[in-house]
């Protein structure tokens, strides 16, 4: 009779840490659609990032194009034609923390 609770209490821990994951995060080509393509802000971009980790974008999106001198961001270019860029900076924790998104200073 005691192993009930003990059962029980696994199975909730087992459901509560599966819920934690149903997120799935968003590509790069998604983000260059919605950016260009739906004119989505980088206040929008940054909600679908939330909580995500530099490690978890460089994974999902590959290596940057670019990184930021002095601050701690990461730079990737939008589209084929790679006119606009997206610049995601992290905070203490390595998480996204701030979204940018510009035109592409050419050079």
Do not use: H, N
């Not at 696994?10 to 590509?27: I, K």
């Not at 790069?28 to 990032?49: D, K, N």
Request: charged share 20%.
């Amino acid at each position: 009779m005691r192993r009930w609770p003990i059962a029980w209490l696994a199975v909730c821990f087992l459901l509560f840490s599966a819920c934690g994951t149903g997120q799935q995060l968003v590509s790069l080509q998604e983000v260059s659609q919605l950016v260009l393509e739906q004119g989505y802000t980088a206040g929008q971009i940054l909600e679908r990032l939330q909580g995500a980790s530099t490690e978890q974008l460089q994974k999902q999106w590959g290596e940057p194009d670019g990184v930021l001198s002095g601050m701690w961001g990461d730079i990737w270019r939008l589209g084929e034609q790679e006119e606009r860029i997206i610049i995601v900076y992290y905070d203490a924790e390595g998480l996204a923390e701030t979204v940018i998104i510009q035109e592409r200073e050419m050079q």
